[in-house]
């Protein structure tokens, strides 16, 4: 199984960025996704992500200004990132889970998100 993030790259403050993740090796059917980032110094935390049964979730930080979408059984995973902030500044790493199921549970290399003020 692999999974390819891209979509990176330096944007001003305000400006947009859409994060792209490709799974392939498998069938993904009954995955969660999910899009999480590692600050230089902090721990790697969740950003969004997106049920078995499609809903999504978003952290405080983001919510109103992020927007993930995907279909698993594609291995197809998006972030849209929009209004971003210098805080938004990240290494941002993909996910894809099969909840329960011991060792079905995939990342990303991640995808360098910087953000200037």
């Known amino acids: 199984v692999q999974l390819q993030a891209s979509g990176g790259g330096l944007v001003q403050a305000g400006g947009s960025l859409k994060l792209s993740c490709a799974a392939s090796?498998?069938?993904?059917?009954?995955?969660?996704m999910a899009w999480y980032r590692q600050a230089p110094g902090n721990s790697r935390e969740s950003v969004a992500e997106?049920?078995?049964?499609?809903?999504?979730t978003y952290a405080g930080s983001v919510k109103g200004r992020f927007t993930i979408s995907g279909d698993s059984a594609k291995g197809a995973l998006v972030l849209q990132m929009n209004s971003l902030k210098p805080e938004d500044t990240a290494v941002y790493y993909c996910?894809?889970?099969?909840?329960?199921?011991?060792?079905?549970?995939?990342w990303g290399k991640g995808t360098q998100v910087t953000v200037s003020s």
């Open positions: 996910r894809f889970r099969k909840p329960y199921v011991y060792g079905m549970d995939y």
């Open positions: 090796g498998s069938t993904f059917i009954s995955y969660t």
């Open positions: 997106i049920s078995v049964d499609g809903r999504p």
